[in-house]
């Protein structure tokens, strides 16, 4: 079988989307399908194209197998709504032309949405090369964006969802990373298969984390310290002020380390608050290689996942809740609806807590403070919890068996 992965996002760049992307793809080549990813030069979170790949209008090159085709887009910095358009629309137009005129055909397009907007390039492409199209959909487009007040134009909110029917009615599979997105879209489309593939762990890179105990020491985090991790993007819909102020109400315990890992548009903000709130317990770190930050992970007593309260949110499932819990983190879970059914009320992993609520962050913090024995209960329960409902291996073959019902 020969398969297009289109994506505006892939390893190099460090995130839960691209780790997740870089799996599967390996995953369906084990399978024996031959996978050419169509994507871009990387540039996330940091809006800036990597030095060694700037100044090229396209590139090709083999990751572990994978044949990876690359292609120039638009980045700025700029936050508002025309840059982040310039910067959809140069790839959707980028990746079309290149795909036309250099791809072989292919029996299967996926293509991972968001960016919506590439649903276009992937319309046309699958129908040149003779392939069929799945959609892959991790966040609904425009829903997201305009319940998080992202896209509040009545015209570009009613074409958009033009766009996405479009999107789903052409495809001859859909994929839904959560439940939520998956029953969103079964009952606006009763006549399409759509397909649950969630994210999930990597046993393997998992069993390989070691030396959790020299991550501490080359942070300079002391050993007697009680550290709660954030890691991945530090965005807006992540509100992640809630942890500064559980922070500030943890002063009489200075134990407690509160550590952001990770870059994203709210970081310096969030740094700013922290130095103007005097905040000794809250300390950021810079992006890493993942398995550093899967040692760092490992070396601390629990993880920390909020987003913002939100009914959008009651189907999401933060991908960095697989790799802490396979790790044995207990989980600090701000999030309501399926990630909170889940994980603290079927996979017993952890301790929820109100969304943007730092008095019950603070009291969950207290909690796991005065009670090891819950800490470890809950490390363990997780450890197993995913292992057994979230192997990406198991989640593999069941897309691979999806794929092959289309042939």
């Given at each position: 079988?020969?398969?297009?992965?289109?994506?505006?996002?892939?390893?190099?760049?460090?995130?839960?989307?691209?780790?997740?992307?870089?799996?599967?793809?390996?995953?369906?080549?084990?399978?024996?399908?031959?996978?050419?990813?169509?994507?871009?030069m990387p540039h996330y979170p940091d809006m800036r194209i990597r030095a060694d790949y700037r100044g090229k209008w396209s590139m090709r090159e083999e990751m572990e197998g994978l044949d990876v085709r690359r292609v120039?887009?638009?980045?700025?910095?700029?936050?508002?709504?025309?840059?982040?358009?310039?910067?959809?629309?140069?790839?959707?137009?980028?990746?079309?032309?290149?795909?036309?005129?250099?791809?072989?055909?292919?029996?299967?397009?996926?293509?991972?949405?968001?960016?919506?907007?590439?649903?276009?390039?992937?319309?046309?492409?699958?129908?040149?090369?003779?392939?069929?199209?799945?959609?892959?959909?991790?966040?609904?487009?425009?829903?997201?964006?305009?319940?998080?007040?992202?896209?509040?134009?009545?015209?570009?909110?009613?074409?958009?969802?033009?766009?996405?029917?479009?999107?789903?009615?052409?495809?001859?599979?859909?994929?839904?990373?959560?439940?939520?997105?998956?029953?969103?879209?079964?009952?606006?489309?009763?006549?399409?298969?759509?397909?649950?593939?969630?994210?999930?762990?990597?046993?393997?890179?998992?069993?390989?984390?070691?030396?959790?105990?020299?991550?501490?020491?080359?942070?300079?985090?002391?050993?007697?310290?009680?550290?709660?991790?954030?890691?991945?993007?530090?965005?807006?819909?992540?509100?992640?002020?809630?942890?500064?102020?559980?922070?500030?109400?943890?002063?009489?315990?200075?134990?407690?380390?509160?550590?952001?890992?990770?870059?994203?548009?709210?970081?310096?903000?969030?740094?700013?608050?922290?130095?103007?709130?005097?905040?000794?317990?809250?300390?950021?770190?810079?992006?890493?290689?993942?398995?550093?930050?899967?040692?760092?992970?490992?070396?601390?007593?629990?993880?920390?996942?909020?987003?913002?309260?939100?009914?959008?949110?009651?189907?999401?499932?933060?991908?960095?809740?697989?790799?802490?819990?396979?790790?044995?983190?207990?989980?600090?879970?701000?999030?309501?609806?399926?990630?909170?059914?889940?994980?603290?009320?079927?996979?017993?992993?952890?301790?929820?807590?109100?969304?943007?609520?730092?008095?019950?962050?603070?009291?969950?913090?207290?909690?796991?403070?005065?009670?090891?024995?819950?800490?470890?209960?809950?490390?363990?329960?997780?450890?197993?919890?995913?292992?057994?409902?979230?192997?990406?291996?198991?989640?593999?073959?069941?897309?691979?068996?999806?794929?092959?019902?289309?042939s």
């Open positions: 079988m020969r398969i297009i992965l289109l994506t505006q996002y892939f390893p190099p760049e460090v995130g839960a989307p691209q780790n997740r992307l870089f799996a599967m793809a390996k995953g369906l080549r084990e399978k024996g399908a031959e996978v050419t990813v169509l994507t871009a120039w887009l638009f980045v700025s910095k700029g936050r508002g709504l025309l840059p982040r358009l310039l910067n959809y629309f140069s790839f959707v137009l980028t990746a079309l032309v290149h795909g036309l005129f250099t791809l072989r055909r292919a029996d299967v397009l996926l293509v991972e949405s968001p960016p919506l907007f590439l649903g276009i390039t992937a319309m046309w492409l699958a129908r040149a090369k003779g392939a069929r199209l799945v959609f892959n959909v991790s966040d609904l487009w425009p829903e997201s964006a305009v319940q998080l007040g992202l896209v509040t134009n009545k015209l570009a909110i009613r074409l958009s969802g033009r766009l996405e029917m479009r999107c789903y009615r052409r495809a001859a599979l859909i994929t839904g990373q959560t439940m939520g997105i998956v029953d969103n879209i079964r009952t606006r489309c009763p006549d399409k298969t759509v397909l649950w593939i969630p994210n999930g762990v990597d046993i393997d890179l998992i069993e390989g984390v070691d030396d959790a105990h020299g991550s501490r020491a080359r942070h300079g985090i002391p050993v007697e310290a009680f550290v709660l991790a954030y890691t991945g993007i530090i965005g807006h819909a992540q509100g992640l002020e809630v942890v500064l102020l559980a922070a500030e109400r943890l002063r009489d315990r200075p134990e407690v380390l509160f550590l952001l890992v990770g870059d994203g548009p709210e970081r310096a903000g969030l740094m700013a608050l922290a130095r103007e709130k005097g905040l000794p317990n809250v300390r950021f770190i810079d992006p890493m290689p993942r398995r550093e930050v899967l040692a760092l992970v490992a070396a601390c007593d629990g993880v920390v996942v909020p987003l913002r309260r939100n009914k959008l949110f009651e189907g999401a499932i933060p991908s960095k809740i697989f790799e802490a819990l396979a790790l044995g983190r207990p989980l600090l879970l701000g999030v309501e609806g399926e990630a909170r059914r889940l994980f603290i009320e079927e996979g017993n992993a952890g301790l929820s807590f109100t969304p943007e609520d730092d008095t019950a962050l603070e009291q969950a913090v207290r909690r796991y403070l005065h009670d090891a024995d819950l800490r470890a209960n809950h490390g363990a329960n997780g450890a197993r919890y995913v292992r057994d409902k979230f192997d990406r291996r198991r989640i593999t073959d069941r897309l691979w068996e999806g794929l092959n019902t289309l």
